[in-house]
């Protein structure tokens, strides 16, 4: 991790005034289709809650590469999934139908995040990250994969 993880970063201009109204409307809705089948484009990070416990299912931008999963920070590295995620240092990532552990939760930039990220996203998804002003990702380490929901463990 570099010095740049540590610094709390924050959603962009557009996403704080176009992306977060819309989500706190469409959250719940595409909560219950993200990382299905047929409705990849969503993915879902199931995480525990860091004070509560509590298990909780966020709507996200993820793509698995391999062994490694990437999600941008549309709502930057301060909001409660990441928070979540990073305090228990583990989630369930479901992309395409599959549930996927992933663990060691990293802030990548931009620069460093390159190489992954054109590798993992295609060049449209590429320039509609530019363009929402996504400044960081989470890069996490999958672990392993199941087409059957992981009970989840605090």
Request: net charge positive; charged share 20%; proline share 6%.
């Amino acid at each position: 991790m570099n010095s740049a993880a540590i610094d709390a970063i924050g959603p962009s201009l557009i996403v704080r005034l176009v992306v977060s109204p819309l989500s706190k409307l469409l959250n719940p809705a595409v909560a219950k289709l993200a990382g299905r089948r047929f409705f990849a484009m969503v993915a879902a990070i199931h995480h525990v809650g860091r004070r509560s416990g509590k298990s909780y299912v966020t709507p996200v931008n993820a793509r698995v590469n391999g062994d490694i999963a990437v999600v941008p920070l549309t709502f930057g590295n301060q909001s409660d999934w990441v928070r979540n995620v990073r305090g228990a240092r583990y989630c369930w990532i479901r992309v395409n139908g599959n549930y996927h552990h992933a663990v060691r939760p990293q802030f990548v930039n931009w620069a460093d995040a390159k190489p992954l990220v054109r590798a993992t996203f295609n060049p449209l998804q590429r320039i509609a990250l530019r363009s929402l002003g996504i400044k960081q990702f989470m890069r996490l380490d999958v672990t392993s994969s199941t087409d059957q929901k992981p009970l989840p463990t605090a």
